[in-house]
């Protein structure tokens, strides 16, 4: 496994690729090999190398589909460019319009790619949305949820309801220092409404990867102290998650959930 490999954004692979393409399209133009070769190697190896970068870090066909359409019109566009330029013709206004058209789409994508897999960025969040309770709003795409996770609407409101008679408190800590492949001591503070702490619950952690559930993991939490349930959690890959606490102590039920994302933001 080349776990060497460090985690990429979207933009990184897609603009990094680029600029790796044209520095590799005039090298081997300066070895010497023709225009239509450069233009192939500088569209092949980038994808090759994204190729291998999937390998340890999959992203989605729909993300490799677009390095591919991006890597193999910057090689078209090279090539048609190194030609001109061997011709020593100018480039007539219409491709050039097509060239900036090229580099406003591939703009557009990437920035639509990141705010899909990492939502908005917070200052634009914290200015244009609401902002519940002073709370972190949460604007990527989570992915396609599976049918068994659509449960009617009604027991949820009900849940809710006894959620807020019994006025528990649950917080966690460690979710902000969760990295993928590392095992990390998360914790559930339970309290009753008038601080008092939960003792004997039975406590579980539900990890969701909403558009791969077979990512999915759950632990269950050992109380150490006196409402403090603590379980080692190890997740296998970087990307947008939901955490579920299910709490239950004699016939009470307790339930929380909460959005995070694995990796660098």
Request: hydrophobic share 45%; glycine share 8%.
């Amino acid at each position: 496994m080349l776990s060497f490999i460090p985690i990429l954004s979207i933009a990184e692979t897609l603009f990094g690729g680029l600029l790796f393409a044209i520095a590799l399209f005039f090298i081997i133009r300066r070895l010497g090999l023709s225009n239509f070769w450069a233009a192939v190697l500088s569209g092949a190896l980038p994808f090759v190398s994204y190729i291998v970068y999937c390998t340890q870090h999959w992203a989605g066909g729909d993300v490799m589909a677009i390095h591919f359409a991006v890597y193999l019109a910057n090689a078209g566009l090279l090539g048609v460019f190194g030609g001109m330029q061997q011709k020593q013709q100018s480039m007539h206004w219409a491709p050039k319009l097509i060239i900036a058209f090229f580099i406003c789409l591939v703009i557009s994508n990437a920035a639509l790619l990141s705010i899909a897999g990492r939502g908005l960025p917070q200052g634009l969040t914290s200015l244009f949305l609401p902002h519940p309770e002073n709370q972190r709003v949460h604007t990527g795409f989570p992915g396609v949820m599976p049918h068994d996770r659509n449960k009617s609407y009604q027991p949820h409101l009900q849940q809710l309801e006894q959620q807020q008679e019994l006025g528990w408190k649950l917080s966690l800590r460690g979710l902000d220092v969760l990295q993928p492949d590392h095992e990390q001591s998360i914790t559930a503070h339970l309290q009753e409404s008038d601080g008092h702490a939960i003792t004997g619950a039975a406590v579980q952690l539900n990890f969701w990867r909403m558009a791969n559930s077979r990512d999915d993991k759950v632990y269950e939490a050992v109380e150490q102290d006196p409402g403090e349930y603590v379980s080692q959690v190890t997740l296998p890959d970087s990307g947008r998650w939901v955490v579920e606490v299910l709490v239950k102590q004699g016939d009470q039920r307790y339930r929380k959930q909460q959005s995070l994302f694995i990796g660098d933001e």
